[in-house]
């Protein structure tokens, strides 16, 4: 059955910086009917709210790795080190999409605390997706929060640079619009694998800590 562009699928769109093509694209395949996660039944009255949750999730991923933005924030915060809420965003949605649920959890705590919504807004998700409606509700309304910004901080990168190549970046949107759970090729999966894993959090499991070089790895990997 058709889905509805909802109002979840509307705060995404207005809250995450992308590409503007991939977000109508994106959101466009939202709208067509028949998508539904494979091997997962379908409730006469459509899929669950969990099931929504998760795929709205994995879509924000998508849309944040594939952002304009993304290598320049991931490589200020892997460098830095510090309080970088845009960088420890793309990093929790890496993580996400290379099956570190638990760590990506983490990061968009970290990020949160920084004053991105964004991220408050996928711990909504998160939490929805696991039946914490409690949770879920109280990051939705950090979400809705409008608080006063820090500047930005000026990139030292080229914002032209994109996280991943073209090719991968469009094959995550392709797996979304397939109804398949988004996933990077090996190649990079393994890249996110290996970094460092500083101990074991009682809360989110283990929990990889970016480093300098990642953005480099991850866009020389095919």
Same mark, same amino acid.
């Given at each position: 059955?058709?889905?509805?562009?909802? +109002?979840?699928?509307?705060?995404?769109?207005?809250?995450?910086?992308?590409?503007? /093509?991939?977000?109508?694209?994106?959101? !466009?395949?939202?709208?067509?009917?028949?998508?539904?996660?494979?091997?997962?039944a379908?409730?006469?009255?459509?899929? #669950?709210?969990r099931?929504?949750?998760?795929?709205?999730?994995?879509?924000?991923?998508?849309?944040?790795?594939?952002?304009?933005e993304a290598? &320049?924030?991931?490589? /200020?915060?892997?460098?830095?080190?510090?309080?970088?809420?845009?960088?420890?965003?793309?990093?929790?949605?890496?993580?996400?999409? +290379?099956?570190? +649920?638990?760590?990506a959890?983490?990061?968009?705590?970290? &990020?949160?605390?920084?004053?991105?919504?964004?991220?408050?807004y996928?711990?909504?998700?998160?939490?929805?997706?696991?039946? =914490?409606?409690?949770?879920?509700?109280?990051?939705?309304? $950090?979400?809705?929060?409008?608080p $006063?910004?820090?500047?930005?901080?000026?990139?030292?990168?080229?914002?032209?640079?994109?996280?991943?190549? @073209?090719?991968?970046?469009?094959?995550?949107?392709v797996?979304?619009? #397939?109804? *398949?759970?988004?996933? *990077?090729?090996?190649?990079?999966?393994?890249?996110?694998?290996?970094?460092?894993?500083?101990?074991? @959090? &009682?809360?989110?499991? !283990?929990?990889p800590?970016p480093?300098p070089?990642?953005?480099?790895?991850?866009?020389r =990997?095919?």
């Open positions: 059955m058709p889905r509805s562009h909802d +109002t979840e699928g509307d705060v995404i769109e207005a809250m995450l910086t992308s590409d503007a /093509r991939a977000i109508a694209v994106a959101f !466009e395949s939202r709208r067509r009917p028949g998508r539904r996660r494979p091997g997962k379908v409730l006469a009255d459509g899929p #669950s709210a099931d929504e949750a998760g795929d709205e999730l994995d879509l924000a991923c998508v849309l944040v790795i594939n952002a304009v290598a &320049a924030s991931l490589e /200020r915060f892997a460098d830095d080190r510090g309080i970088d809420p845009e960088g420890a965003l793309v990093f929790a949605c890496l993580l996400h999409v +290379t099956g570190h +649920t638990g760590a959890d983490f990061w968009w705590q970290f &990020a949160a605390g920084g004053g991105s919504r964004t991220a408050a996928c711990l909504h998700l998160s939490h929805r997706r696991n039946g =914490e409606f409690r949770d879920a509700a109280f990051w939705r309304a $950090q979400a809705a929060h409008d $006063q910004e820090p500047p930005r901080p000026a990139s030292r990168v080229d914002s032209r640079r994109k996280l991943l190549s @073209d090719a991968a970046r469009h094959e995550l949107l797996q979304w619009h #397939s109804g *398949l759970t988004p996933h *990077l090729p090996a190649a990079l999966e393994s890249v996110v694998n290996r970094l460092t894993v500083e101990g074991d @959090d &009682a809360d989110f499991g !283990e929990v800590q480093d070089g990642l953005v480099e790895r991850l866009s =990997e095919v």
